[in-house]
């Protein structure tokens, strides 16, 4: 199958690499152009814009940076919109806004296409070895019969949601679970730190019991370690939870650990949300 991805950053590059594996033709775009090099080499296309890929490819998928840069990709002067085909699929695997996600499919059905939303969760580690989870909103029939047998190169649990949106939804259901088990990382290392016990060792005896959650596991060496490389970017990460209190202010409900977490990680310097990875938390607590 004809394919085109594009945003080949973190997680992107490893996604679109599997597809390669899985025998598709693919096709790349990427700002940054050099983040695209190990893709041609392995025998993708490049594409000069991203507007482009509708014209070579059947299907589409997009992961990018902030809900600005997915509807200037799609709905923009020169986004997706303006060259995509009655009966193509376009997939953002993106976390954005639920409510753009749902504009996003309304404009596209109105030309014959269809635009799903699958945002995905597993970080850097869960895009290399392919086994992310992904939460699926959008068109069922298109998601079943196109889409799924793609997304089964990239992960290993995958879940459809409902209509347009509902992909997203999840998504920030799952960041609010993230926000809480990171600061309680960091927390119990803090702890563990101040009364003197060897953190290497607290690390090994907690994550395999009940203390035990992912964020342990996948960033908790990362922390005694001091290896801040991002397998998820802080900033990133605020976006998500900035659009997880969007969508609470809507409901008028109050999350405290989320708002907390929150505030903890836009205290953290400039620099280190830009290009840290969400273990970075710990320099919050000094550890």
Known sequence: MKIAWIGTGVMGNSMAGHLIDAGHELFVFNRTKSKTDNLVSRGATLLKEAKEAPLFADVIFTIVGYPKDVEDVYLGENGLITTAKKGQVFVDMTTSSPTLAEKISSEFLKVGAYALDLPVTGGDIGAKNATLSIMAGGDKKVFQEVVLPLVEKLGTSITYFGEAGKGQYTKLA??????????????????????????????????????GSFSMTSYGPRILNNDFKPGSFVHHFIKDMKLALEECEKMNIKLPGLETTYKIYNELEEEVRNTNGTQAISKWYKL
């Open 174 to 211: 799952n960041q609010i679970a993230i926000a809480t088990t990171m600061v309680s990382v960091a927390e119990s290392f803090k702890f563990a730190k101040e009364v003197g016990l060897d953190l290497e060792s607290f690390f090994k005896t907690v994550s395999a019991g009940s203390g």
